[in-house]
């Protein structure tokens, strides 16, 4: 699942200048942490948050056939 995050992130942001970070997962829940420079991040967050919030639907759904949960954080370096 780190990889298919990675490969939207470098999609949309058309760069590979971010860290992805996976966080112990608990009760069958894995959290990502992506950092980033502040110009990355607003194209990773989108506008109103568009673009995040599609990411993280994409996500969830390779969850949910492998049953887990997931949550992703992005914070500026």
Request: glycine share 8%; proline share 1%; hydrophobic share 40%.
């Amino acid at each position: 699942m780190k990889d298919l995050l990675s490969y939207l992130l470098s999609k949309i942001t058309g760069s590979n200048d971010f860290a992805i970070e996976e966080v112990a997962s608990e009760e069958g829940k894995i959290t990502f942490d992506v950092t980033a420079d502040s110009e990355i991040i607003g194209l990773i967050i989108g506008k109103e948050g568009k673009t995040i919030k599609n990411i993280r639907k994409i996500l969830s759904i390779r969850a949910t056939k492998e049953k887990t949960g997931v949550n992703i954080s992005v914070q500026p370096r």
